[in-house]
């Protein structure tokens, strides 16, 4: 224990810089890597589907004699789940979220700020199985649809999903309005919820933006809840109560039936290729969101 | 070495981003002495002897112009070792800053890190830093004990003798006693002036009192400029600018 | 007047009642998943294999298999991840500032991408391309890639929590800018660093859509051997018993018992976790 060290010598010691720049770059290799091996599996897809097919095809049916590849059906079970999770869960956490910060007694934020990281922490898996086992009869009791596992069975569990999310950085975002804000909003007469709700939100809109872009980014994003909950059928529909198939879902199920090198095959990394765009966007939003927060506060 | 000025410095201008924090300062540090640095806050004390042991590269802002010699060497120039200026140059912070580790470990950093052995054992600088710090008799029994148990004046003292385990010519102390008590800072001082036969001690202070006890020679700055600087007992009966005058008496600051 | 007073306080209960439905469901869940598996938790449900073709006996490959993932995982995220978080956290700032914007896009776009692409990366990368097959290899490389951004980001927050002061000193007495870190900065955030490669670990672990496609096998009759050995793992065992296996019903008790063993897992390690941060705090504290 009480040896002498030596000191590193000037080689050593840039050696070490460069060794820790190198592996603080592979984060740029990693996305790097994503996008080569997408393109790279994905583009081939399009030598055999014509673009416009896959993107404006409204069936989705790979095991048929003549198999069609339209994402309609995919994107449409998409949008419809995430959709409906949002409806659900956004408000319902942005109130949340302003129960802990602003009602909520210290002793009860103590209780309901843990149980919602451990809510956070639940793995998506065990979310699926329960809308399979427990949710869907519930679900199904109360709107009486005919598939028992449908989009509005994969939209509720999403929407219990994402509120950890968007309540804790919603939260976040409410914390963070100066105490002056509301000293002054009281100063002049308002209540508790006035307060709230034309002064602290308002200040903590972008925050609350960013917190749902967050949410739906996981949501668009979640592969096994909703696989598990969905029923995956690929129907070209707009009724919540029917069974739907995501974009995430159908590579989850189908990659492990292709042959690899397979039209198929491709065509689930054009699937790929298409989420990681999504996401792509969603973030460039949300930067642009906090950017323009950044640029207004002081 | 025919000069008998430990450190000189020479148009010397230090500034953050647009800000100019010293403009155009020169002084000259006699070796085996304390030299107190003075002024209100925000004149540019601290970051003059950041400047000594070139600690202000931290800063990335941070832009120096002139030349700061060190026994006639330039400690700016790029030939220059960062890593042996350091150790030559040791410093002491405002406020007490051990590491959350053991007394003995404390002392121990320093030798570690630059693999000082030279015959002496590590147990035998630690005994010897502790005890040029005035802290061996209070500590000896308890250096395995964590370092933040001691007292604030027990840990300024600590990171004294850290400083000196490197055996450095130069130690900077920025405002050493202003988060200690009294007692802590009568003690402090006495270490100070004990220090000098030694090494080269340089403080900075807002507190006059302690830099008519303990220094040697004082250097007056005022707004990033050198307004004062001479034998301490001539600049605190006999100031020459009105401004030291004012600062003395208490009329501003 | 009187209308608003109504209105303050309806919109009030709206709010506790929405905090009121979120907390109960959080509560209705494990209870739920409580009372369901654990009448189905043994010793012998824990430590033996699957019999009679899945449809009674135990889960432990599936255990061990998770195991074995999340230490592959860790060993291959963990030095990358924090040598990472060192950079951003002690070496930037310094010129390089359009290869620092650039690495913080990345790393802000990775923590979104969907853990199936992921899948898809592990699976084309490391399955086919370098040739590693479906192989608890592929799969732990995948997963330590997904947790590299979680642990990346909360070991920097860590690193930056510990005093400029520390490094203020180690500097002062001539430690070159590694020995800073390795010395007077490192040290002082080895809890943090552990919290946060916890946290990662565990959401790693539960992660089944990576996995899926990347060496995961619905039944693997004897324990991995090799890196280069396929695997069951709980995660996976849940979706299968649940959607593929022959009975699903039959085997309803299976999963529900499979179901809270990876939540107590998963769960065990998020504790540990907010332990070691509470204990961490108050150590701060004095």
């Known amino acids: ?298 | 070495m025919s000069s008998e000025y430990k450190i000189e410095i020479r148009n010397l201008q230090v500034g953050f981003g647009k800000l100019m924090v010293i403009k155009n300062l020169n002084i000259n540090i006699m070796s085996n002495c304390v030299t107190a640095v003075m002024g209100p806050s925000g004149c540019g004390k601290s970051t003059l002897i950041r400047t000594i042991n070139r600690l202000n590269d931290l800063v990335p802002e941070c832009h120096v112009k002139g030349q700061v010699l060190l026994d006639g060497r330039d400690i700016y120039d790029p030939s220059m070792d960062v890593v042996e200026l350091r150790r030559r140059v040791g410093m002491v912070f405002q406020k007490p800053n051990p590491f959350p580790k053991s007394i003995y470990e404390n002392i121990a950093f320093g030798p570690r890190i630059h693999g000082i052995a030279g015959g002496n054992s590590l147990d035998e600088i630690v005994e010897r830093s502790l005890r040029a710090a005035a802290l061996w008799d209070e500590v000896k029994d308890r250096l395995d004990a964590p370092a933040l148990s001691l007292s604030g004046g027990q840990q300024q003292r600590l990171c004294i003798a850290r400083a000196l385990a490197v055996q450095p010519e130069v130690i900077l102390l920025d405002e050493p006693c202003s988060a200690l008590d009294p007692a802590a800072t009568a003690k402090i001082e006495s270490l100070m002036v004990s220090l000098k036969k030694d090494y080269t001690v340089i403080v900075v202070t807002h507190n006059m009192q302690q830099a008519a006890r303990v220094s040697d020679f004082t250097a007056f700055l005022y707004l990033g400029e050198l307004v004062e600087y001479g034998e301490t007992r001539r600049v605190f009966e006999n100031p020459s600018s009105k401004l030291t005058e004012d600062f003395i008496t208490g009329r501003f600051g | 007047m009187r209308f608003r007073r109504v209105k303050s306080s309806i919109a009030l209960v709206v709010i506790r009642l929405s905090a009121l439905i979120m907390v109960g469901a959080g509560v209705l869940i494990f209870i739920y998943l409580t009372v369901k598996g654990s009448g189905v938790i043994s010793w012998p449900f824990l430590t033996e294999p699957p019999r009679q073709g899945m449809t009674s006996g135990g889960i432990f490959p599936a255990i061990f298999g998770t195991l074995c993932l999340m230490l592959l995982t860790l060993t291959f995220a963990l030095p990358v991840g924090v040598a990472s978080a060192i950079y951003f956290a002690e070496y930037t700032g310094r010129g390089r500032s359009h290869l620092n914007i650039l690495m913080r896009y990345a790393t802000s776009i990775l923590a979104g991408v969907p853990s199936i692409v992921y899948g898809l990366l592990g699976l084309s990368l490391f399955v086919l391309y370098m040739r590693f097959g479906f192989s608890l290899l592929s799969a732990s490389l995948t997963l330590s890639i997904l947790s590299l951004p979680v642990i990346i980001a909360a070991s920097e927050e860590a690193l930056r929590s510990v005093p400029d002061s520390y490094r203020e000193a180690a500097v002062a007495l001539g430690a070159t800018k590694w020995q800073m870190v390795r010395y007077a900065v490192l040290p002082y955030a080895v809890p943090g660093i552990i919290t946060s490669c916890i946290l990662a670990l565990s959401r790693a672990a539960g992660e089944t859509a990576p996995i899926l496609l990347t060496g995961a096998a619905y039944y693997h009759p004897r324990l991995p051997t090799s890196i280069f050995d396929q695997f069951m793992a709980l995660p996976f065992h849940i979706f299968a018993l649940a959607t593929q296996s022959v009975d699903p019903v039959k085997t309803r008790p299976i999963q529900f018992g499979a179901v809270l063993t990876l939540i107590m897992l998963v769960l065990g390690m998020n504790m540990v976790a907010i332990l070691i941060r509470i204990r961490q705090r108050r150590m701060a504290q004095g």
């Open chain 1, 1 to 298: 224990m009480r040896a002498i060290r030596r000191r590193p010598t000037r080689t050593v010691e840039s050696m070490i810089e460069y060794l820790i720049l190198g592996c603080a770059c592979i984060s740029i290799m990693i996305l790097l890597l994503i996008i080569i091996f997408l393109f790279k599996e994905g583009l081939p897809a399009f030598a055999h589907i014509p673009l416009s097919e896959f993107i404006f095809g409204t069936v989705w049916q790979v095991q048929a004699v003549e198999p069609r590849y339209g994402i309609l059906p995919l994107l449409c079970g998409s949008i419809l789940v995430t959709g409906g999770a949002i409806t659900v869960s956004v408000p319902l956490s942005i109130m949340c979220a302003l129960y802990i910060s602003e009602v909520a007694h210290p002793l009860a934020r103590e209780v309901i700020k843990p149980l919602i990281e451990l809510l956070a922490g639940i793995p998506s898996v065990v979310y699926g199985f329960l809308a399979l086992t427990a949710l869907a009869d519930l679900t199904q009791r109360f709107t009486g649809s005919i598939h028992r596992l449908n989009a509005l069975n994969g939209a509720l569990i999403l929407a219990v999903m994402i509120a950890p999310t968007v309540i804790s950085i919603s939260e976040d975002a409410i914390k963070s309005v100066p105490k002056e804000y509301r000293e002054a909003a009281y100063a002049i007469g308002a209540d508790k919820w006035e307060t709230m709700s034309r002064v602290v939100f308002p200040a903590a809109f972008p925050g609350v933006m960013v917190a749902v872009m967050l949410g739906i980014s996981r949501a668009i994003g979640e592969t096994m809840a909703v696989l598990m909950a969905t029923g995956n059928a690929p129907l070209l529909t707009f009724d919540i109560l029917s069974s739907v198939q995501t974009m995430t879902a159908v590579i989850a199920i189908e990659m492990g039936e292709v042959t690899f090198g397979s039209v198929h095959y491709h065509a689930l990394f054009a699937i790929g290729l298409i989420l990681l765009g999504i996401t792509f966007i969603i973030n460039f939003l949300a930067e642009a969101l906090l950017r323009r927060f950044r640029g207004v506060s002081p």
